[in-house]
């Protein structure tokens, strides 16, 4: 079955012609062509954030070039369906992409497969090699993205339950919102976490340590905005960040980092304590961060060793068609019908990886 996904719930446009085939335990992916325009990234650097009408311009603007390109690459094969990006995102942005895939699944006469964004992170970090083969159940998710930030429970094949999931601010947010504090570009994760590398191999160490919110709580559910406030208020103490050596800031984003770290480590060893899992996978944009990956990966080696673990390919951790695409395919070769039954709406970030009822 050969799907093309569109994808276009924040600042990345982006699409994809997948083939999936159905296996005794799984599923098999090739990407026969993909295309992405971030073209926005450095736009939205100028205000330091995503501008939902902004993004929307701009997804309308690359939609039928990145088509192109990817049509071009996989030589305008036939598709079965076309598979968008419903939610949760920024509304205005997710419109445009729903518009042109309707669009396109009518001209092409095939059904459209809405998706769900978190749903797509999710899936398609359990795809190792383009095999989605093997996996057991229950798998504990840890989403992290720039909009949500949440352990999802998966009992049973696209059932998902949020366990637990912050209470404020999306640690991709929380990332960016402390890169503008440190005077870095917008996106701030990346730039954070090389900054914090440079700081571990140069032994820096910050003079203040930051809080862990509520990693002694009893549940599942984490808190960044006190963490960002806090690198607010100590860089107000120092005399700001202009009084910092670049040293010190390195050493002030490692802090960040190690507190970031610490909150994922416990709250994930509680998870999987309460949970009995038997696969753990993390995903979405922050799930490309080294330092994050390496220690989860270590943590389930010494505490979990029974556990399997499933690392996303960074290629796919970022927004981008390839998830959808692999989310609406493992979905339809299981035998799910999506096809709309009632118009179809876009839903913002208000919503999770369960829909609006
Ligand atoms: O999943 P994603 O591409 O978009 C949303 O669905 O929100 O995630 C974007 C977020 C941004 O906040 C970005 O700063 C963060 O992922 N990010 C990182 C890294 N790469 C991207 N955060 C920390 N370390 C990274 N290496
Ligand atoms: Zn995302």
């Excluded at 939902?52 to 309308?60: D, F, G, T, V």
């Excluded at 968008?84 to 042109?100: K, M, S």
């Excluded at 963490?227 to 800031?249: C, E, F, H, M, N």
């Excluded at 944009?285 to 960074?314: C, M, W």
Aim: proline share 5%.
């Amino acid at each position: 079955m050969k799907i093309l996904a569109i994808e276009t719930s924040c600042d990345e446009t982006g699409i994809a012609l997948v083939e999936g085939t159905k296996t005794e335990n799984g599923f098999i992916f090739k990407l026969l062509g993909a295309a992405a325009l971030n073209s926005q990234a450095a736009l939205h650097a100028l205000y330091g954030g995503v501008y939902p009408n902004l993004a929307k311009r701009e997804h309308q603007k690359n939609l039928p070039v990145i088509l192109k390109q990817a049509l071009d690459q996989a030589n305008n094969p036939e598709v079965d369906a076309v598979a968008v990006t419903l939610g949760p995102g920024l509304e205005p942005a997710l419109w445009t992409g729903i518009e042109f895939a309707k669009k396109l699944a009518e001209e092409r006469n095939v059904p459209l497969l809405p998706t769900n964004h978190m749903e797509g992170h999710l899936i398609s970090s359990l795809v190792q090699e383009n095999k989605l083969e093997g996996v057991t159940l229950p798998v504990l998710a840890l989403l992290i993205s720039g909009g949500h930030t949440e352990f999802v429970l998966m009992r049973d094949w696209f059932k998902y339950e949020v366990i637990g999931e912050t209470q404020d601010d999306a640690v991709g947010e929380a990332f960016d919102k402390v890169a503008r504090m440190l005077s870095l570009p917008y996106p701030g994760g990346p730039h954070i976490s090389k900054l914090a590398d440079e700081a571990r191999r140069a032994n820096l160490v910050f003079e203040k340590k930051l809080p862990r919110p509520m990693l002694h709580d009893a549940t599942l559910n984490m808190s960044f905005s006190g963490l960002k406030t806090a690198v607010l208020y100590t860089l107000r103490d120092l005399g700001g960040i202009q009084a910092l050596s670049p040293d010190q800031i390195s050493a002030f984003a490692r802090e960040f980092e190690d507190a970031v770290g610490d909150i994922f480590i416990w709250k994930t060893r509680r998870a999987l304590e309460q949970t009995e899992a038997s696969s753990f996978v993390i995903g979405g944009g922050v799930a490309a961060n080294s330092y994050l990956r390496n220690r989860l990966e270590k943590f389930i080696q010494d505490e979990f060793p029974h556990i399997a673990l499933y690392l996303p390919d960074t290629a796919i951790t970022g927004d981008n068609g390839v998830m959808i695409a692999e989310a609406a395919l493992a979905r339809a070769l299981s035998g799910i019908d999506d096809t709309p039954k009632e118009e179809v709406r876009a839903y913002s970030n208000r919503f999770s990886i369960s829909p609006p009822k």
